[in-house]
């Protein structure tokens, strides 16, 4: 038997969670848009073509946010083509996934689904083959209240309001050699520099995000960030990290360290982000947004990520996510909780089919894959101020990565609704886990939300012949006395309390 002990005080906060660290994220790739959440034609779709089941589902989600048009499709997309007159729109070559763009799905049918989604928009403005001039077009376009060109062409195309987006990413990973347009440090830092300028010339409300390394492992890694800051530091509000989560060795064990590098990535990025801001002897803090994460590793060859002959939708990168993908969405979550004074936005990548949270059948259903019930679970009942936890707990050995603790957790207290959350993943593969919480300054409380993540099968997934094979479960072991939360945690399990005022 593990015995973890957790300890928070309510006087004691690393920072209020920022609701946008739940977003998720449509690219123009595969089946996200065409067949994902959009099928004209579908038994669900509404008069817009939206799949009323993935729009319930992405409901479900929690979903706060929503990332579009990519992803490495952006880099080469040029927005005018996906507004206006439907019949009106060209196909084009999308070039970064081999297949055939038809434009039938744009701006103005994204920020439409936003709304019906229930979600905030987040756009991304082409910085591989176009720049600052596109840029100011797109955002005088969606921003703009009317009475010059592009916000009038909004207005002629049935959108008399503005879309008043307000997060914006200046490109997507530039330094990445797979990208349209890839750029040097320099060229981009200058180009995301200006482009930054006259967006917020145009709309000085917007929080606009420059892109950092495409992930951890790139050549370029620390020194991009810290140059590309150095153009922009005064201009934008973020900067991204993108990372993708992988099971080489096939080994829980190894597999949980994934979650503690990306800690290590977002306290690196976030001191690279301070340096530049003590070399312009600025006290302006740059935020984070985590705004591609994911499991994705078993569909990544070369035929998962294009077909032959220039297909329209096809099926990429169709990742089917098992029960200990779960666990480790469950774990990231939590650390990206633990790390709510520094990443304010983050996006699962992707929503639908695409490494999606949701899967659908063309004319057919829709489900649940594994990794979406943590991200569930945590959007519902992550409200609050994330506390300041103090956990001693057992921790084993890896062989690459040092050792882990079993118990990783964070607690939410929301001082507007009453309630602390407490969210555990107990990483032993073996052995039970008694847990005690004690949730100080918080008064007498009761347990009004218990559950528990398991499965006797690390590789149980849920696929549309047994769309419910991993599913939460309640809570049997868990009590409260006091301000003292006791529970039994199963081996390889993610769990949630939600505790209120008795
Ligand atoms: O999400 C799939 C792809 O992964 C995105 O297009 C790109 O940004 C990343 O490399």
Redesign the pocket.
Same mark, same amino acid.
């Given at each position: 038997m593990l015995t973890s002990n957790i300890v928070v005080d309510r006087d004691f906060a690393i920072a209020p969670l920022d609701r946008h660290v739940f977003g998720t994220?449509v @690219?123009h790739?595969g089946r996200c848009v065409y067949g994902g959440i959009y099928e004209a034609g579908h038994p669900t779709a509404d008069a817009h073509g939206f799949r009323r089941d993935v729009l319930a589902l992405t409901r479900e989600l929690g979903a706060t946010m929503v990332r579009y048009p990519?992803?490495?499709?952006?880099s080469g997309y040029d927005w005018e083509d996906g507004v206006g007159p439907k019949k009106q729109r060209p196909g084009r070559l999308d070039l $970064? /996934?081999g297949s055939t763009e038809t434009n039938e799905f744009g701006t103005n049918e994204f920020t439409t689904w936003c709304q019906a989604a229930g979600v905030e928009p987040m756009l991304a403005v082409n910085l591989g083959t176009r720049g600052p001039d596109a840029a100011r077009q797109l955002i005088e376009y969606c921003n703009h209240p009317g009475g010059t060109l592009y916000s009038d062409r909004r207005r002629a195309h049935g959108f008399e309001q503005p879309h008043a987006v307000k997060y914006w990413c200046l490109g *997507? @990973?530039m330094d990445?050699p /797979?990208?349209i347009c890839q750029k040097t440090a320099a060229e981009y830092g200058r180009i995301a520099q200006e482009t930054a300028k006259v967006m917020r010339w145009v709309d000085p409300s917007v929080h606009l995000t420059a892109c950092g390394s495409? *992930?951890h492992a790139m050549p370029t890694y620390g020194h991009w960030e810290h140059e590309v800051l150095e153009h922009c530091f005064e201009h934008v509000e973020l900067i991204s990290l993108?990372q993708?989560f992988r099971n080489d060795a096939d080994d829980i064990r190894t597999y949980f360290a994934v979650i503690e590098d990306l800690d290590a990535f977002i306290k690196e990025v976030a001191a690279i982000a301070d340096a530049v801001a003590a070399k312009h002897r600025s006290r302006k803090r740059i935020m984070l947004a985590l705004d @591609?994460w *994911?499991v /994705?590793y078993k569909a990544h060859a070369p035929s998962d990520l294009r077909k032959p002959g220039w297909p329209r939708a096809p099926r990429l990168?169709e990742e089917v996510y098992n029960f200990e993908d779960a666990l480790i969405v469950g774990g990231v979550l939590i650390t990206l909780m633990n790390n709510a004074d520094r990443v304010k936005v983050a996006c699962l $990548?992707?929503l639908v089919n695409?490494?999606g949270a949701i899967m659908t059948e063309p004319g057919g259903p829709a489900w649940r894959q594994s990794i979406f019930h943590p991200f569930a679970q945590a959007s519902r009942f992550g409200h609050g101020t994330v506390l300041r936890a103090n956990v001693q707990t057992d921790s084993y050995a890896t062989a690459a990565h040092g050792r882990l603790d079993f118990l990783l957790a964070s607690v939410l207290n929301d001082d507007t609704t009453g309630r602390a959350t407490v969210f555990a993943l107990n990483r032993g593969t073996a052995d039970e886990m008694r847990l005690a919480v004690e949730l100080r300054d918080l008064g007498q409380r009761r347990i009004v939300y218990a559950s528990e993540l398991h499965h006797a099968d690390l590789k149980a997934a849920n696929t549309l012949a047994a769309p419910h094979a991993v599913e939460p479960c309640e809570h049997r072991d868990v009590a409260i006395a006091g301000t003292v939360l006791k529970a039994k945690l199963r081996p390889l399990s993610w769990n949630v309390f939600v505790t209120e005022p008795a």
């Open positions: 994220f @690219e790739m990519g992803g490495n499709f952006l $970064a /996934w *997507n @990973e990445g /797979w990208q495409s *992930n993108h993708y @591609e *994911n /994705w990168i $990548a992707q695409v490494i």
